[in-house]
Antibody, heavy 119, light 108 residues
Framework: EVRLLESGGGLVQPGGPLKLSCAAS????????MSWVRQAPGKGLEWVSG????????VYADSVRGRFTISRDNSKNTLYLEMDGLRPEDTAIYYC????????????WGQGTLVTVSS | EIVMTQSPATLSVSPGERATLSCRAS??????LAWYQQKLGQAPRLLIY???TRATGIPARFSGSGSGTEFTLTISSLQSEDFAVYYC??????????FGQGTKLEIK
């Protein structure tokens, strides 16, 4: 069974850093591209960042480029999102999601971790 | 960036009836269109990909159609567990894989 378990969310002050993790199991982690998708309270889904099967290819939404860094450790089956310069508008549930390499949708999602940016 | 527009924002349907949800892309996405279901307090779940292929374990009452810029998700006979929010997503132009704003399917 595929499992994606996010952690690391919490309350952070504006401008501060936070690092999210997503522990994967039930599939061959290094065969899949991974992404972070967020959902602000009461709002829709917004793709944030994605990374290829190795750590060599990463892409970002315009709203987070330069502030967020996605990475993965295939030896630990774990995806990360390092967030810096956090803003109140970054407040959201952050989901990790997996997809097959290439033109494919997100076929599995974690349960999410809540990030709240507030003073 | 491709903009995905879903309609209606809210759809009220009685159990046992048919529901039809629409999704429009601002430019062609071929058939690279997915539908997700999100229940309150839960993560999204993939329902349909390739515009019309049901994901593993998805009941046959869910069907998708369309290509290019116009897509439809049909639920043939609504069950109580189907009342949720539904999102479409294009993954033809990546990144980003843009989502629609969602359609809330509620009990009439």
């Amino acid at each position: 069974e595929v499992r994606l378990l996010e952690s690391g969310g919490g309350l952070v002050q504006p401008g501060g850093p936070l690092k999210l993790s997503c522990a994967a199991s039930g599939f061959t982690f290094n065969n899949y591209a991974m992404s972070w998708v967020r959902q602000a309270p009461g709002k829709g889904l917004e793709w944030v960042s994605g990374i290829g099967t190795s750590a060599g290819t990463s892409v970002y939404a315009d709203s987070v480029r330069g502030r967020f860094t996605i990475s993965r450790d295939n030896s630990k089956n774990t995806l990360y999102l390092e967030m810096d310069g956090l803003r109140p508008e970054d407040t959201a549930i952050y989901y990790c999601a997996k997809k097959n390499f290439g033109v494919n949708p997100f076929d599995s999602w974690g349960q999410g971790t809540l990030v709240t940016v507030s003073s | 960036e491709i903009v995905m527009t879903q309609s209606p924002a809210t759809l009220s349907v009685s159990p046992g009836e048919r529901a039809t949800l629409s999704c429009r892309a601002s430019q062609s996405v071929s058939n690279n269109l997915a539908w997700y279901q999100q229940k309150l307090g839960q993560a999204p779940r993939l329902l349909i990909y390739g515009a019309s292929t049901r994901a593993t374990g998805i009941p046959a009452r869910f069907s998708g159609s369309g290509s290019g810029t116009e897509f439809t998700l049909t639920i043939s006979s609504l069950q109580s567990e189907d009342f949720a929010v539904y999102y479409c997503q294009q993954y033809n132009n990546w990144p980003p894989g843009t989502f629609g704003q969602g359609t809330k399917l509620e009990i009439k």
